[in-house]
């Protein structure tokens, strides 16, 4: 009897043993694909107010300055759209630069409304690999594994909202792997740069230095998806707000740089 109740405790501690090992598996698993966003109580970059960004949107007792006034479309209905509050940022600020670059151009939506808002003399240079060309793409190890295949699965579009509209004629399109783009001719040349285009550490580190250079004086860069949802964009600009001054729009998942010299 001696003998069962040993052979029964060693199955049931082999059990027990397995049963830990694939819990563990599977909380490491869960780990490495939301890596550190579950780590942060809150937004560690300082937010600011619109009023902050530019003076077109300080308001009065009646709301927001006239100056604010853009050319919209809602976000209903379109993939990996900006939200409301998101685009109409996007859109007021292109009414004061003449020369704007996009990292991720996806439905081209947001190119449209750039174009759209932008003075008439106004270029919007927007760019994304071509979906026959998604081989070229190049994540490393530590990118994360699920906004990597979002990212190819957003890069599907060759045909855009803007193709057929006169906003077409303002957009130069520029189908290229961001990392492998040659930013050298464009050096501090923009007045206004939206990166949002892989969400993998790699890329964001990659289309900010890019964006870095192509920045002229008095630009703003905005980073798209800086929330724990998109832990690499998180952990990224959360890392470079220790060395550049950068604010959280309030009420967007955007941050902001402004070149100031």
Same mark, same amino acid.
């Given at each position: +009897?001696?003998?069962?109740?040993?052979?029964?405790?060693?199955?049931?501690?082999?059990?027990?043993?397995?049963?830990?090992?694939? =819990?563990?598996? /599977?909380?490491?698993? *869960? /780990? /490495? @694909?939301?890596? /550190?966003? *579950?780590?942060?109580?809150?937004?560690?970059?300082?937010? =600011?107010?619109?009023? &902050?960004?530019?003076? =077109?949107?300080?308001?009065?007792?009646?709301?927001?300055?006239?100056?604010?006034?853009?050319?919209?479309?809602?976000?209903?209905?379109?993939?990996?759209?900006?939200s409301d509050r998101e685009t109409w940022v996007v859109a007021a600020l292109a009414k004061f630069s003449k020369r704007i670059f996009e990292f991720g151009t996806c439905s081209g939506k947001t190119s449209h409304i750039m174009a759209m808002n932008?003075?008439?003399?106004?270029?919007? $240079?927007?760019?994304?690999?071509?979906?026959?060309?998604?081989?070229?793409?190049?994540?490393?190890?530590?990118?994360?594994?699920?906004?990597?295949?979002?990212?190819?699965?957003?890069?599907?579009?060759?045909? %855009?909202?803007?193709?057929?509209?006169?906003?077409?004629?303002?957009?130069?399109?520029?189908?290229?792997?961001?990392?492998?783009? &040659?930013?050298?001719?464009?050096?501090?040349?923009?007045?206004?740069?939206?990166?949002?285009?892989?969400?993998?550490?790699?890329?964001? +580190?990659? &289309?900010?230095?890019?964006?870095?250079? +192509?920045?002229?004086?008095?630009?703003?860069?905005?980073?798209?998806?800086?929330?724990?949802?998109?832990? &690499?964009? *998180?952990? $990224?600009?959360?890392?470079?707000?220790?060395?550049?001054?950068? @604010?959280?729009?309030?009420?967007?998942? %955007?941050?902001?740089?402004?070149?100031?010299?």
């Amino acid at each position: +009897m001696s003998n069962d109740l040993f052979y029964i405790l060693i199955i049931s501690n082999v059990f027990s043993a397995l049963a830990l090992y694939l =819990c563990a598996k /599977r909380l490491l698993k *869960f /780990r /490495r @694909r939301q890596k /550190r966003s *579950f780590t942060f109580k809150s937004y560690p970059i300082q937010k =600011c107010q619109l009023e &902050d960004v530019h003076p =077109c949107f300080i308001q009065d007792q009646l709301g927001p300055s006239p100056n604010s006034t853009v050319y919209f479309i809602g976000g209903e209905g379109v993939e990996a759209s900006l939200s409301d509050r998101e685009t109409w940022v996007v859109a007021a600020l292109a009414k004061f630069s003449k020369r704007i670059f996009e990292f991720g151009t996806c439905s081209g939506k947001t190119s449209h409304i750039m174009a759209m808002n932008a003075p008439k003399e106004g270029r919007v $240079y927007t760019l994304t690999i071509h979906p026959s060309q998604l081989e070229q793409l190049s994540f490393e190890n530590n990118d994360d594994r699920l906004h990597e295949n979002i990212a190819k699965e957003e890069a599907k579009f060759d045909i %855009f909202y803007y193709s057929d509209l006169s906003t077409s004629e303002k957009i130069e399109q520029i189908f290229s792997d961001s990392k492998q783009f &040659d930013e050298s001719k464009f050096k501090n040349s923009f007045d206004l740069i939206l990166i949002d285009g892989a969400h993998t550490r790699s890329y964001i +580190m990659s &289309d900010s230095k890019k964006a870095f250079s +192509m920045l002229k004086k008095g630009g703003v860069i905005l980073w798209h998806d800086y929330k724990p949802e998109a832990p &690499d964009v *998180f952990s $990224y600009l959360n890392d470079l707000s220790s060395e550049m001054p950068l @604010r959280h729009i309030s009420g967007t998942d %955007f941050v902001i740089f402004q070149r100031t010299s």
